[in-house]
T-cell receptor, first 116, second 113 residues
Framework: DSGVTQTPKHLITATGQRVTLRCSPRSGDLSVYWYQQSLDQGLQFLIQYYNGEERAKGNILERFSAQQFPDLHSELNLSSLELGDSALYFC???????????????FGPGTRLTVL | GENVEQHPSTLSVQEGDSAVIKCTYSDSASNYFPWYKQELGKRPQLIIDIRSNVGEKKDQRIAVTLNKTAKHFSLHITETQPEDSAVYFCAARRGAGSYQLTFGKGTKLSVIP
């Protein structure tokens, strides 16, 4: 157990709908990262938040958005869902403090999203 | 931005043999290179990492080497066992800033008993 939690574990929805995925980082970790992993694909970085503020953006679609709350949990919002959005969505957390900090990223168990 | 290439995409070895996975990166400012193991349907888990001020690091049957000049790093698994079968991802990260990891596309390792 990495200490990172994600809910829900599975999500099945229809095209055009909107869903929210939730992530709670490890205690003490300030940074949350979201990744998308499609079937047989690698880990695509979507977005990073650090202590409530957006820090970096990757290949995140405009239909997707995220935020990090004062208690440091994060939510990833996916709207106008398409079949191709079906994937595993992972969040990871790290301390992300200081240039030489260890800063290992610990991954949550993921949310499997199925869009029908 | 950073680009990480990983080879091979699939690798089959006999139990007890060694396995080597290679990655190259493009950003010379990258200074941290972790390797993750992902079993089917599970989360990626860090198995070993190396920082740019070190050329080699070992942890039991696993070792990672880094060549900063050539911008490539490799994962070596010796005496492979069936439980080593998984997808392995390399990644690279720049220094202070976003701490964002750029991942390779993964190598599916199969260890044949």
């Amino acid at each position: 157990d990495s200490g990172v939690t994600q809910t829900p574990k599975h999500l099945i929805t229809a095209t055009g709908q909107r869903v929210t995925l939730r992530c709670s980082p490890r205690s003490g970790d300030l940074s949350v990262y979201w990744y998308q992993q499609s079937l047989d694909q690698g880990l695509q970085f979507l977005i990073q938040y650090y202590n409530g503020e957006e820090r970096a953006k990757g290949n995140i679609l405009e239909r997707f958005s995220a935020q990090q709350f004062p208690d440091l949990h994060s939510e990833l919002n996916l709207s106008s869902l398409e079949l191709g959005d079906s994937a595993l969505y992972f969040c990871a957390s790290s301390v992300a403090r200081g240039a030489d900090s260890y800063n290992e990223q610990f991954f949550g168990p993921g949310t499997r999203l199925t869009v029908l | 931005g950073e680009n990480v290439e990983q080879h091979p995409s699939t690798l089959s070895v006999q139990e007890g043999d060694s396995a080597v996975i290679k990655c190259t990166y493009s950003d010379s400012a990258s200074n941290y290179f972790p390797w993750y193991k992902q079993e089917l349907g599970k989360r990626p888990q860090l198995i070993i990492d190396i920082r740019s001020n070190v050329g080699e690091k070992k942890d039991q049957r696993i070792a990672v080497t880094l060549n900063k000049t050539a911008k490539h790093f490799s994962l070596h698994i010796t005496e492979t066992q069936p439980e080593d079968s998984a997808v392995y991802f390399c990644a690279a990260r720049r220094g202070a800033g976003s701490y964002q990891l750029t991942f390779g596309k993964g190598t599916k390792l199969s260890v044949i008993p």
